[in-house]
């Protein structure tokens, strides 16, 4: 059962336009969301995360939108730039032992110069 | 500032072989770790992960085992590999907090 849900698996954007990367999620229970860049044979970069008690959390060129009546989070980067290009994970946590991150499959974010 | 290493970087070892990856956090105390791995293509998939010295939990039963006999070490290991253990091995550690940081990764490609 894919907890976390990553359906695009790739998005080509024009530079300087924005990127918006979605994410579903099937487990109530989760409380925390986070947002992953990783580029090949490198290990993930933590990007920006957000709490079940907010919808919108911004840090820069990045924002991320939580919709908890729909089980849905959006990464949404502005302006996109080529550098952005790398495959984007979203995971989600809940309360328990060593809060275990459940991650979605990954999509690879193209950003056409 | 915390920093995460791994070692081999990448790693080629038959069938049947032994094996052992190891991952270090410098810059924190008692941090979780955990130990994932990518197959080709697909996501991250949570193997074990570790709260303090010698407990270790496990997410996916398999041909894998780990160990942590130090507070900052975690050890991946395998008695015999199979062609199905080979993808992209990650450490990460955690404190207080949810979000992980990641180490750089091993390559292992089991032939």
């Known amino acids: 059962d894919q907890q976390v849900k990553q359906n695009s698996p790739s998005l080509s954007v024009q530079e300087g336009r924005i990127s918006i990367l979605n994410c579903d999620y099937t487990?109530?229970?989760?409380?925390?969301f986070l947002w992953y860049k990783k580029y090949p044979a490198e290990g993930p970069t933590f990007l920006i995360s957000?709490?079940?008690?907010?919808d919108k959390n911004e840090d820069g060129r990045f924002t991320v939108f939580l919709n908890k009546s729909a089980k849905h989070l959006s990464l949404h980067i502005v302006p996109s730039q080529p550098g952005d290009s790398a495959v984007y994970f979203c995971?989600?946590?809940?309360?328990?032992?060593?809060?275990?991150?459940?991650f979605g499959s990954g999509t690879q974010l193209t950003v056409l110069p | 500032s915390q920093t995460i290493h791994q070692w081999p970087a990448t790693l080629v070892q038959p069938v049947g072989s032994p094996l052992s990856l190891e991952c270090t956090v410098e810059?924190?105390?008692?941090?979780?770790l955990y130990w994932y791995r990518q197959a080709a293509g697909r996501g991250l998939q949570l193997l074990f992960y570790?709260?303090?010295?010698?407990?270790i939990s496990s997410e996916v039963p398999q041909n894998l085992s780990a160990s942590r006999p130090q507070d900052r070490q975690f050890i991946l290991s395998s008695k015999k590999l199979l062609l199905s253990d080979s993808g992209f091995y990650l450490c990460?550690?955690?404190?207080?907090?949810?979000?992980?940081?990641f180490g750089p990764g091993t390559r292992l490609t089991v032939l």
């Open positions: 990460a550690w955690s404190v207080s907090t949810s979000t992980q940081y």
């Open positions: 487990n109530s229970m989760f409380d925390y």
């Open positions: 957000i709490s079940s008690i907010k």
């Open positions: 995971a989600a946590t809940r309360r328990g032992s060593a809060r275990q991150l459940t």
């Open positions: 810059g924190t105390s008692n941090p979780n």
């Open positions: 570790s709260v303090g010295i010698g407990q």
